[in-house]
């Protein structure tokens, strides 16, 4: 059995208990004291703990005696004096829960701990000693405190400190921080607050200043509380932020103390030493210890109230299917459960906008697939809805799209109007065992809410074509008839049908055009206006798979050109690639069809994932996000007629609250910081590079993560830094620095940025540049900061909003600002 000692102070902790009808405060009382709660931490897990304390020879004395021994607590070496009373502590909590505390000793029992009143054969034979510094503010009890602690340390146990700082019962500061570096020259395990920290360092850089102790003192680890957003350790070569758990407070309490019991628990249960514990073992130890102690706030009276193995595996597991909501995105749309990739049919009708996507609704990895479908009549909130294609004798249900047969030009509406939907169907050739696709139609009178497949399925085989999929389908008026798009591997083909049922070959494209890093996918077609000019382009769009001689995976490309009703015309050379989006995850987007020629947009929705980690990224139980839609738009620059792209206008109604800075001066030493209680953010920087000082956006946690936004002036250079975001490892793919060319104008660049729990899209000088990353951060978002690499930049403006979730139903949309003039 494990047999760890502490020693230092016990006491009765008065709480409040309401108050009374004059409004005075009440109090009821509980057994407490730092190194006593540790102890009954330690026991209730189901070690050997012993408290060397004294108490005094009065009621609440006997009190304390009999709670530590009616909680296994070995009680040898807790003696009873008459030369004080029991310490008395009065907790005092506020709104939160958060404590302050006013104390009863003048001095109290515990300080009267003498030498002779040590066990020191029970400490040269025991596995860890645990002190405080609250046992050192008056002798005697400060020489036995330290001659333990030195017993310990020649014996080569292990010694655990809490500095546990409360000024009330020190005659000064300078004292306290005389004994706490004592304290700490001993300490192969300190357990020390922010707070603490702050006070001992003069910094309140938790990693530098916990990296200057340890160089200091040579402690071996360090782990600093961070309340309910659980720790920082330093530990074995290895530092990091462990999350805590969200739990509903009742006391915070003891809650130091049961991490710390949780803590030495589990390190001295693996039997190695601190220094070759790696850093998996780190992180489980400290997860455990986290859950102890917030299981502890849940309720009143510390000592009594420490959590057994049971309970802490309990909400451990539990916080592990909340981890499946940790990076569910606030507005952004992503399935209910299970699998999801390439958005598929999107399609207006009669005011509802149709997302159908593809989806494997037993598992969160990719597999057979269906059509998953959602419905939404702003593009911002949707509504789950049941899955609309299921796979059949012909096989699996790949994308496609969907239009609405206003005419009944496929004759399968009764002289009325329905959608059409026109899809891959995927399966084994039964004479080759080799993968097969094929075209297929499904039909639906009720406005999608049911579907209807087609006795005549499949309605367009070619044999011969392998990755022959896909289709895209619009009307084209010039030429009266369907066209269709889709891809067979390496190039688009083009069909014509008067029907939606029979359809015959125009023509192709795309063979030797373009970039073939991977199979096309994907293709989308449509005509867009230029600018105001009167005049119109056809834009194609073909995704490209995976490739793994390519470290941006899957990614989308598109062109530029005339459409004649056969076939299409590149504007450009055949090896000019124009890209899409620049980030690592936006792949597979198609626009949506038959939006009302009054609202005049063409609106595209893309899958916010990358083939290269699609199976991978550490979501839970559900798996896969869509960007947010984005309107579409030609314009003419001096290289050419380019797209660019900016989220719907709707997104705005999200917008809850607004903060703005003007005339920001940001330099290495002193950048532009904003704390944040909302992780749902939405940021426009109107940016002065005239200075060509390279200007990084941080958008930071309370754990390790950033993600750095930043534009270098003189490589003309826009990027997203996500190698630091938070969950990368999962695949050595993901952590990365990537970006675009684009060139500032008039001396300065405008970034629009939306940053969600999973995910940040970054629009640049109006949409000209686009990049789209998913990110993992250890720990939610909870501040922006804006500084240059080096000199100084001036951001003109800054506005920050504050997004309202779309799962919130009925949440305030209403805007209000504050303007701040800095």
Request: charged share 20%; proline share 4%; with cysteine.
């Amino acid at each position: 059995m494990l047999d760890v000692i502490t020693i230092g102070e016990i006491l009765i902790d008065f709480t409040p208990s309401g108050r009374t009808a004059g409004g005075n405060e009440q109090f009821e009382c509980n057994p407490g004291g730092a190194p006593a709660n540790v102890a009954a931490a330690l026991s209730r897990l189901g070690a050997r703990a012993t408290l060397i304390s004294k108490v005094g020879d009065d009621q609440f004395g006997s009190l304390l005696h009999d709670t530590l021994m009616n909680g296994g607590i070995d009680v040898s070496a807790l003696t009873f004096t008459d030369e004080a009373n029991t310490t008395l502590a009065f907790v005092h909590l506020d709104d939160n829960g958060d404590r302050s505390f006013s104390f009863y000793r003048k001095p109290g029992a515990d300080t009267y701990l003498r030498t002779q009143d040590v066990p020191f054969d029970r400490i040269e034979n025991c596995h860890a000693l645990h002190f405080g510094s609250l046992s050192m503010t008056h002798e005697p009890a400060r020489t036995a405190t330290r001659a333990a602690v030195v017993k310990a340390k020649e014996a080569g146990v292990l010694l655990s400190f809490d500095p546990n700082i409360r000024f009330a019962l020190w005659e000064s500061k300078e004292e306290a921080k005389r004994n706490i570096l004592w304290g700490m020259k001993y300490a192969d395990i300190l357990k020390i607050s922010e707070d603490e920290l702050h006070f001992i360092t003069g910094t309140t850089d938790v990693e530098k200043g916990s990296l200057e102790l340890q160089q200091q003192f040579g402690i071996a680890g360090i782990f600093v509380t961070l309340a309910e957003k659980g720790c920082y350790y330093r530990l074995a070569g290895h530092d990091g932020y462990v999350p805590g758990f969200q739990v509903e407070v009742t006391d915070t309490t003891g809650a130091g103390d049961a991490f710390l019991g949780c803590l030495l628990y589990k390190i001295l249960k693996t039997g190695i030493s601190l220094n070759q514990l790696t850093k998996q073992q780190i992180i489980g130890m400290l997860t455990f210890a986290n859950a102890g102690g917030a299981l502890v706030t849940t309720r009143k009276g510390a000592l009594q109230s420490m959590p057994t193995t049971d309970e802490i595996t309990q909400i451990i597991e539990t916080n592990k299917q909340h981890d499946d909501d940790r990076f569910r995105p606030g507005f952004h749309f992503s399935p209910h459960s299970h699998w999801l990739n390439d958005p598929n049919g999107l399609v207006y009708y009669e005011g509802v906008y149709h997302l159908f996507y593809q989806h494997h609704p037993y598992s969160n990895q990719w597999g057979p697939m269906h059509w998953g479908h959602a419905v939404s009549q702003d593009l911002v909130h949707w509504e789950h809805m049941p899955i609309a294609l299921f796979p059949d004798e012909h096989g699996a249900i790949f994308s496609g799209c969907c239009v609405v047969d206003w005419n009944n030009s496929s004759g399968l509406f009764d002289g009325s109007h329905g959608l059409i939907a026109l899809f891959t169907h995927a399966d084994s050739c039964p004479e080759t065992g080799q993968p097969r696709q094929r075209q297929s139609l499904a039909y639906s009178s009720d406005k999608g809410r049911t579907w209807h497949k087609y006795e005549g399925n499949p309605i367009l085989d070619e044999h011969d074509l392998v990755n022959f999929r896909d289709p895209k389908v619009f009307w084209h008026s010039s030429s009266e008839s369907w066209i269709m798009a889709l891809v067979a591997g390496d190039h688009v083909r083009f069909y014509r049908s008067d029907n939606l049922r029979e359809w015959s070959l125009s023509g192709e494209f795309g063979k030797s055009e373009g970039s073939h890093d991977g199979v096309w996918e994907c293709p989308d077609l449509f005509e867009l206006p230029v600018d105001d000019s009167g005049h119109s382009k056809w834009v194609l769009i073909i995704s490209i798979g995976d490739n793994p001689n390519c470290p941006e995976g899957s990614r989308t490309q598109y062109f530029i050109g005339e459409f004649d009703g056969n076939t299409f015309i590149n504007d450009h050379p055949a090896d000019h690639i124009l890209w899409l989006d620049y980030g690592r995850d936006n792949y597979a987007g198609v626009t949506w069809s038959d939006i009302a020629e009054q609202d005049g947009r063409r609106v595209i929705i893309g899958w916010m994932s990358n083939w290269k980690y699609a199976n991978q990224t550490p979501t839970g139980a559900w798996r896969g996000t869509m960007t947010l839609p984005r309107v579409l738009s030609l314009t003419s620059r001096d290289e050419g007629v380019v797209l660019t792209q900016m989220p719907v206008r709707e997104i705005e109604q999200l917008r809850k609250g607004t903060l703005c800075w003007n005339e920001v001066k940001v330099t290495p030493e002193v950048p532009f910081t904003q704390k944040t209680n909302d992780v749902l953010l939405e940021i426009e920087a109107d940016i002065d590079i005239r200075s060509e000082d390279e200007v990084h956006i941080k958008m930071k946690s309370s754990g390790q993560s950033e993600t750095i936004i930043g534009y270098d002036p003189v490589r003309q250079w826009l990027f997203i830094d996500r190698s630091k975001s938070g969950l990368t490892d999962f695949h050595p793919s993901f952590a990365c620095k990537h970006g675009a060319r684009m060139v500032s104008e008039n001396g300065k660049i405008k970034l629009h940025i939306w940053l969600d729990r999973n995910a940040v899209e970054v629009y640049a000088n109006e949409g000209l540049v686009a990049l789209t990353d998913q990110i993992f951060p250890d720990a939610p978002m909870d501040r922006i900061e804006i500084s240059a690499k080096s000199g100084e930049v001036v951001v003109n403006s800054f506005y920050m909003h504050a997004l309202n979730s779309i799962h919130i139903p009925n949440g305030p949309t209403q805007q209000t600002s504050r303007r701040i003039e800095v």
